[in-house]
């Protein structure tokens, strides 16, 4: 159940999993039968960030090969990107253009259909961002994002240059300033806004929270709820 951090009030059980990379499915109809599951491929050392184009394509990512890959609807597997910045989540924005956490460098990046990467973000005040993970779009072209930090052996440094594990929210437009949305949480790691654009969805890892938040018309958060386990 979701509670209040305020009230304490109970909150219906929602099934976070449907809402995770299925935004435009019929939530009446069964999602797959078990005996329905086939293995794919098993070349990959992890794979993070599943997201769905329009055309139903999923791209993924295989975050330590440094690799985007992309499985059609008509079930071929291919190389989508190499050299993908240690991509780990990744989410399709309303214009049909991949946006990624590359934490290679610890930047927000969108991916062209022909693989071009336009960088939309590198630091705050000069500050690397701690490694962004998992990553949202609204209607408006804003994006949320979570920026744990991870320690990577890539990495030359070993501390974080931003005080705070949190969770942000990158306007639409150019030159255009992220502001922090949630500082009361511990780790943040996975994100995700409801279909309708009402509600964000928060896992904390650390705390084995997910906190459910109400999305404002400026793209700030409030209200904040919350359901024990991951």
Known sequence: MFHSAHSRRHWPTLLL?????????DLSAQLFHQDSLKLIARQFAFTEGP???????????????????????????????????RANGLYFNHQGQLLACADEKNEIWSISKDGQVTVLLTAIDGKKLNGPNDIWADKKGGIYFTDPFYLRDYWTRKKPEIAGQKVYYLPPGKAKKPIVVADDVSKPNGIVGSPDGRYLYVADIERNKTYRYTIESDGKLSGQAYRSGI
Do not use: E, H, M, R
């Open 51 to 85: 997201a769905v184009d329009k055309a139903g394509d999923i791209y993924f990512t295989d975050q330590p090969n440094n690799k985007i890959w992309k499985y059609s609807t008509k079930g071929q597997l291919s190389l989508f990107k190499d050299s993908a910045g």
């Open 17 to 25: 999993s449907v809402l995770f990379s299925l935004n435009g499915l």
